[in-house]
């Protein structure tokens, strides 16, 4: 009999929530109708997707109408950033940083290629954003700058507020990638200098293939999709209903529970951090330790070849991470620990561990040693092939 599955991988993708699940499943049966139809059968369907709206608009805290229902949060980002360039084509420098997710990185260098000037801002060996490198970067001419809330891989938060008053102060668009943020700290957007914030469903007990981008009022804005009226005539393409529904239901939920993020995911973080930095020697956190997500850890273990360690952990049931989901499989160590000063030998004897509510201290409990036994088998491996 296999062992019962272990998830501690949330910020890869999330279980749905049984509520979640419920509120979409009548738009996959009974209320099949296309939201723009004029009979009332469709506008019934239209209006279950304002509710949404109005649902996903509550969380971040800005007006429903600024809203654009989108299929992920790469599309939210490549969305940002390609009206932030379009809204005045003598701008063609953007700022953005190192450790930026896959969908904002790989954007970037494809500017480059086409001509685009792209500064890269670095971070300190905690993974942290310097404001005044961020100050001396952005010019007349920068059209956007783009980054992230929160990183996907260490959990490290960067001042998005006033690097977003930064930008505004030159003239130039701001966007950030909030995909991991959304849900797990207080967002306010109705009083930020914030113009595009793209976030995810599946991040936050949603279905995967659908998110949101927020479009402040004022922003000039092309869309990227280009279709039919859909979504104010922002994002063609017939809706996708029930996850759009879902998403609303997700939302209110994470509402209701974030202070959860701080007073259960947090100590379930803290207690199996503690207990593999107590148990399990030459381990170290990569990343602030302080300023960052309260469900991430990011964790070097010495001596250890961190897919091997995932194989042991896989054979247990316990999932885990080396980084960022988009990029599994690659050759390369993270690009967010080799930006943070890491050795390709330390980013790859490192993983991550990211919670959620849904998880549990028996869990926890169940996986330290478990974790304790798998680094010790490995390093006695190691220790073997050395002395041969």
């Known amino acids: 009999m296999s062992a019962p599955l272990i998830y501690f991988d949330n910020n890869a993708t999330t279980a749905l929530d ?7 499943l009548p738009y ?3 209320f099949y109708g296309n939201p723009s139809s004029a009979y009332s059968f469709g506008s019934r369907v239209g209006r279950a997707l304002e509710t949404a709206r109005e649902q996903v ?19 939210g980002n490549n969305t940002a950033l390609n009206s932030a360039l379009l809204a005045d084509r003598d701008r063609r420098h953007v700022v953005t940083s190192s450790v930026e997710h896959s969908a904002t990185k790989n954007f970037c260098d494809r500017l480059a290629r086409r001509g685009f000037e792209v500064t890269w801002l670095p971070v300190d060996s905690a993974g942290l954003l310097d404001l005044d490198e961020l100050r001396a970067a952005v010019r007349d001419d920068t059209a956007v700058v ?28 701001f966007h ?39 479009v402040h009022r004022r922003a000039r804005f092309t869309p990227f999709v280009i279709g039919g009226g859909q979504e104010n005539a922002r994002r063609g393409g017939t809706e996708n209903v029930a996850s759009i529904v879902a998403l609303g239901k997700a939302a209110e939920l994470a509402a209701t529970h974030l202070r959860e993020e701080q007073t259960v995911v947090r100590p379930l973080r803290d207690r199996f951090e503690q207990g593999i930095l107590s148990q399990i020697s030459d381990t170290e956190i990569n990343g ?43 050759i390369h160590p993270s690009h967010v620990l080799t930006a943070m000063g890491f050795s390709a030998e330390r980013a790859r004897a490192s993983l991550r561990f990211s919670f959620s509510r849904f998880n549990t201290i028996e869990e926890v409990d169940r996986v330290l040693p478990i974790l ?9 491996m190691l220790s073997s092939t050395v002395a041969a």
Not at 202 to 209: I, Q, T
Not at 294 to 318: I, M, Q, S, Y
């Open 57 to 75: 608009a509550a969380l971040v805290g800005c007006e429903p109408d600024e809203l654009i229902f989108t299929g992920s949060g790469s599309e």
């Open 28 to 30: 996959l049966t009974s």
């Open 176 to 214: 950030t990638d909030a995909v991991q943020a959304v849900g797990k700290i207080p967002i306010a957007l109705g009083d930020s200098a914030v113009h595009f914030l793209s976030l995810a469903g599946h991040k936050l007990h949603a279905p995967k293939g659908v998110g949101a981008l927020y």
């Open 18 to 24: 049984p509520a979640v699940v419920e509120a979409m």
């Open 288 to 330: 602030d330790p302080t300023e960052r997500l309260p469900n991430t850890t990011n964790l070097f273990f010495r001596g250890v070849e961190g897919e091997a360690l995932l194989v042991l952990l896989d054979k247990a049931g316990v999932c885990a991470s080396a980084g960022s989901a988009c990029t599994a499989g690659s």
């Open 372 to 380: 304790t036994s798998a680094v010790a088998k490995l390093r006695a």
């Open 146 to 173: 783009s980054l992230m809330w929160a990183n996907n891989e260490t959990g490290v938060l960067f001042p998005v507020e006033e690097a977003a008053r930064i930008a505004r102060a030159k003239g130039a668009h």
